[in-house]
């Protein structure tokens, strides 16, 4: 495989597949970011509890996923190759010594290259009806004062056919749900912009927010909640 992604399962054609850009907070032992151990397992460094439920969906759900295997501290695979954020010098306050003069096109060839090379094959070779792009956010950040109340968002750029759909189907289940928030992904959508917008592939973007997916109990609850939604909306666009 690779240090940059795992896959788990095997995409059937029509069916549905699962992207988990900040699943991990792994850090290579070879790149000292500098920064206090706790924060490796704060938001900053990855979505909290999405690693878990792309697992129970390909385990338990018949959804394969192509999950992340480096923290976005690193690497952010979601960003365009010359973002500033790609190879972050500080996030939500605070500072990431380590990455400041980084090397980003060792970066680049060694992380977001290959796997966005290898989702683009696997996309490719399974021809899915739909991708579930599955983030997690946190419910308030350091550097703003703003609370975020959804607890759950549905992110798309310019392609919202999925969204239109999903959105008052998490309603109905009592869900305070963003309709692109809690951030525009027409900010932040590069992966779905380059693999599906960009091949006219069907996608559905969501954020749950960190505080609901804590536990296994949790993870288990919302994998059930998001396989359910996902064929149904995967039904609905036929």
């Known amino acids: 495989m690779s240090e940059a992604y795992r896959q788990l399962g095997t995409p059937l054609p029509g069916g549905i597949v699962c992207t988990a850009d900040h699943a991990s907070n792994h850090v290579s032992s070879d790149i000292p970011l500098g920064i206090a151990s706790h924060l490796l397992n704060e938001h900053i460094a990855f979505d909290i509890g999405t690693e878990a439920i792309a697992e129970f969906l390909a385990r338990d759900h018949a959804i394969p996923a192509h999950i992340a295997a480096i923290s976005r501290l690193v690497c952010d695979l979601n960003r365009e190759e010359h973002a500033p954020g790609l190879v972050p010098e500080a996030s939500d306050g605070h500072p990431i010594p380590g990455n400041v003069g980084a090397d980003r096109e060792a970066r680049l060839a060694r992380f977001h290259r290959p796997y966005h090379s290898a989702l683009e094959q696997w996309l490719e070779a399974a021809q899915p009806k739909l991708i579930l792009s599955l983030h997690s956010f946190t419910p308030r950040l350091a550097s703003r004062k703003e609370e975020r109340p959804w607890q759950v968002g549905v992110l798309y750029n310019q392609d919202d ?71 149904r909306v995967a039904s609905a666009l036929a």
């Open 161 to 231: 056919r999925a969204a239109r759909i999903a959105i008052p189907m998490f309603a109905a289940e009592g869900l305070n749900v963003g309709d692109n928030l809690p951030y525009s992904g027409r900010d932040l959508n590069y992966t779905m912009n380059r693999h599906a917008e960009a091949h006219g592939r069907l996608y559905l973007g969501v954020e749950l927010r960190q505080d609901l997916v804590q536990t296994s109990e949790d993870q288990t609850r919302w994998t059930a909640l998001l396989s359910g939604i996902t064929q």
